[in-house]
């Protein structure tokens, strides 16, 4: 509901865009199961994380590229050069390797860490087309006003059953620390860029592109949680993690190389 909030201030009180309205069922159908795909990938991804820890998690959501790949082109019949896709031949074999030299290994956890990447996906191909198609064309905050609250009305149920006494232990530390109020504020203004940032890099780049660079983000993630959590890791796995990277930057030096 921040992000909503947060945009519609941005539109109807600062004037940093102008406010777009909705056209047709047809757009509000699309911008509804933008929110409910969202929040498929996000409730997936915590539960995978029950049973996964949170270097192979970023792992397997490192084929993400290979998924808005597929879904893109079966979307919109728009492809890449032939090179981008090659590059994302490694992205998908790195995983692979992790996956079977992860000590770790859940298969459960690793359904629906799939599913949560899957999700993810086709909510970047979604977005795109919401954020350049001609006729329904929105820009990056006024998608974000309208997803956002779709996407709390399902989140909700989900958070309550999932977290038990949720509310009442949000409540609790409230009543312990104020400050604790303060940090749920900037948590979800930290979100709202997050989101807009999200829209405005598929707006400029490509879903695709948008999913790559979240593979650096997911390299960095996995070496961050082994010296935090001290998950153990294998030389095959390591050699997976390693190897997905390499496909990234391979990645983005055909992209550099087709412009």
Known sequence: MACSLLSYVAVAWLKVAPIQHL??????????????????????????????????NQAVGATTPFFTAVLAYLMT??????????????????????????????LF?????????????????????????????????????????????????????????????????????VEFLWYLMFNSSLAYFVNLTNFLVTK???????????????AVAVVVSIFIFRNPVSVTGMAGYTLTVIGVILYNEAKRQSK
């Open 23 to 56: 056209k047709s069922q047809k757009q509000f159908f699309k911008i509804s199961a933008l929110g409910i795909i969202f929040c498929l990938s996000v409730v997936g991804g915590n539960v995978s994380l029950k049973y996964l820890p949170v270097s192979f």
């Open 77 to 106: 019949l728009k492809g890449e050069g032939w090179l981008t896709y090659v590059t994302l031949v490694p992205v998908v074999t790195g995983v692979v390797i992790a996956s079977g030299g992860e000590p770790s290994f859940h």
């Open 109 to 177: 956890g690793f359904i629906m860490c799939i599913s949560a990447t899957a999700a993810r996906a086709l909510k970047t191909v979604l977005q795109g087309i919401l954020l350049s198609s001609e006729g329904e064309k929105l820009n990056s905050m006024n998608l974000l006003m309208y997803m956002a609250p779709v996407a709390a009305i399902f989140l909700l149920p989900a958070a309550l059953i999932m977290e038990k006494d949720v509310v009442g232990i949000t409540i609790a530390l409230a009543r312990q620390d």
């Open 204 to 218: 400029h780049t490509s879903a695709l592109t948008l999913q790559v660079l979240g593979n650096a983000k997911g």
